[in-house]
């Protein structure tokens, strides 16, 4: 006979059947309960200072681990301060448990203390949700959650759980099998699929692999490189898919879409066949839909049968996993290669010479002040390949994207559906308690830091010594930068005069990290190095940039991405390309 426990301990014993080694959260009143059989778990919980830092250090254990991010909070407020971490593992596909405690039964519906509908409320953000009021129902729920937040394409489930219904006895029964009559994700693909897919990768004279965030879920960068180079063919990665292939590797061409490369743009553009791996044709890469690669067949291959056809029409859909779906798309592709295989030589030395025409750069400012660019660049190289970066939302996470090297899957996160500000600090906690071997870069703006900046503290008590890089350049970067481009100059609130207050350094010192400070451009390595050398507290380095520099290349919202600047009012030279 199963052993008899309160519903709070059913749901520590569950998480802990469940694989859970770390979760965060904060207490309150109606997920009280499940804090006493906490104290004696084997599974750490961090104590965040905000319950936004919670879910959004789930979802940076998430990405580097692979595993399900685990959180828990209480009801109302608590509950609610999690619907932008919600929305953000939504749309960038990650998988996390979020466990949030509810006023009692008897009360739901009342407008009790700290009473919210937080079911409702997340309904459209979360891939599943359960309200729980029985503790016969709490070791089933967790079971099943876990099971929906990490397999077929990844997201979050939230689990609310009436204060009742952890303080009644229950007996306890996890389920051993969980089977879903109406969710059964397709794992292998069809082999008619395959066939079609191969079939015409073999007609195309200027394929291009669009690589998505969905290639680093299925854990498939191995086979995506052998495929590649079995093609021959170019490869572009999506702002969630760096690392997910080399970027020192031949094909590589680099990351489409508003600030990508020349190179990446105008292939997806260019192209008679896009091999379409794990993306979802988001309105970033594509700028204007209706002139997005208008002469290109599709193959679409991802895990998610709803998003194959949603935004372009998809000449060969391909649904399962993309380990499973790249495998078999190998020896598919070899035996139709036996027959004909098309030369890409034309159009691989057409990329190639826009990758060398057009690299990536940066110009020094002028003032003598220090570049951004030039700062994020460095940690990079000082950092190496084998480092996890971590960015905000703005002008640095472009910079990050385009100046970090990327090597290895796992190793660049960021908010990239949502554009989540302040989702850099705590993304680096939830990263380092991930991975607490690696070094964790949180390459961060001035604005986004001062958002969520107190999970130092938590950093500091709980020994997480991330490194937090300021790119302080005293305002809202990339609004200031659409001011400049078209309001006229007219920076109407995006000045923050973050090189006056807050005194970042002295801040981090209150924090119980170390704070260093950055103002000169012959010591930016030297600063990095001592931020590097230091890995016993977390570190913050308040680097002061130039004010005015500006994300290049760059495609206008809502325009073509044949409209492409490589600087203000400047347009690659079209006519002297062979395309």
Not at 302 to 320: H, L, Q, S, T
Not at 401 to 415: A, D, G, H, I, M
Request: hydrophobic share 40%; with cysteine; net charge negative.
């Amino acid at each position: 006979m199963s052993k008899e426990m309160t519903g709070a301990s059913a749901l520590v014993k569950s998480l802990e059947l469940a694989g859970v080694e770390v979760m965060f959260g904060i207490p309150g009143g109606a997920v009280l309960p499940a804090y006493d059989p906490i104290f004696d778990s084997k599974i750490r919980h961090i104590l965040v200072r905000h319950e936004q830092g919670a879910g959004h250090a789930a979802t940076g254990y998430a990405q580097v681990t692979g595993k399900p991010g685990v959180c828990i909070v209480t009801s109302g407020p608590g509950a609610t301060n999690l619907v932008t971490p919600l929305a953000d593992a939504a749309m960038d596909s990650v998988p996390l448990v979020v466990i949030t405690g509810q006023v009692p039964s008897a009360a739901i519906g009342t407008d009790a203390f700290q009473e919210a509908d937080i079911r409702s409320i997340t309904m459209p953000v979360t891939k599943h949700n359960y309200l729980v009021t029985d503790p016969d129902d709490i070791p089933r729920a967790i079971a099943e959650a876990f099971y929906i937040a990490n397999t077929g394409r990844p997201g979050p489930v939230l689990v609310d759980i009436a204060k009742d219904a952890l303080q009644k006895m229950t007996h306890f029964n996890y389920p051993k099998n969980i089977e879903f009559a109406g969710y059964k994700p397709q794992i292998k693909p069809n082999d008619q699929s395959i066939r079609d897919a191969a079939a015409l990768i073999a007609q195309s004279s200027k394929p291009v692999f669009y690589v998505g965030g969905g290639v680093i879920k299925a854990n498939a960068s191995k086979e995506l490189l052998k495929l590649a180079e079995l093609v021959g063919a170019p490869v572009v990665t999506t702002l969630m898919a760096r690392g997910a292939f080399p970027d020192s590797h031949n094909l590589h061409l680099g990351m489409p879409g508003m600030h990508g490369t020349v190179a990446a743009v105008t292939a997806l553009q260019k192209s008679d066949l896009l091999i379409t791996l794990g993306a979802r044709f988001d309105d970033r890469v594509t700028g204007k839909l209706s002139s997005f690669a208008v002469n290109a067949k599709v193959i679409h291959a991802d895990i998610d049968p709803a998003e194959i056809g949603k935004n372009r029409f998809a000449d060969v859909p391909v649904v399962g996993d993309l380990a499973h779906t790249i495998a078999a798309l190998i020896p598919a592709l070899q035996e139709e290669f036996k027959k004909s295989r098309p030369d890409l030589t034309a159009w691989l030395r057409q990329m190639f010479s826009l990758r060398t025409t057009y690299p990536l750069g940066y110009n020094q400012p002028e003032d003598g002040s220090v570049s951004p660019q030039y700062v994020i660049e460095r940690i990079g190289a000082i950092g190496g390949p084998n480092s996890i970066y971590v960015a905000g939302v703005g002008q640095h996470q472009m910079w990050a994207s385009q100046f970090v090297k990327y090597e290895n899957p796992r190793t660049w996160l960021n908010s990239g559906g949502l554009g989540t500000m302040g989702y850099a600090v705590p993304a680096a906690m939830g990263a380092k308690v991930g991975a607490p071997d690696t070094t964790v870069w949180a390459i961060d703006g001035d604005g986004c830091f001062q958002m969520t900046n107190q999970e130092l503290v938590t950093c500091a008590l709980n020994n997480i010594p991330i490194k937090v890089a300021i790119i302080n350049n005293e305002s809202l970067g990339m609004v200031r930068q659409w001011q400049t481009m078209f309001y006229e100059g007219r920076y109407s609130n995006t000045s923050l005069d973050s090189k006056r207050i807050p005194d970042f350094v002295k801040l981090a010192d209150a924090m119980g990290c170390v704070g260093l400070r950055c103002e000169r451009t012959e010591d930016v390595d030297s600063v990095i190095n001592e931020a590097m050398s230091i890995n016993d507290q977390p570190v913050v380095v308040d680097f002061r940039v130039f004010r005015d520099a500006m994300v290049w290349p760059m495609v206008a919202a809502g325009t073509s991405n044949d409209e492409i600047m490589i600087a203000r009012g400047l347009a690659p030279d079209w006519d002297s390309q062979e395309l």
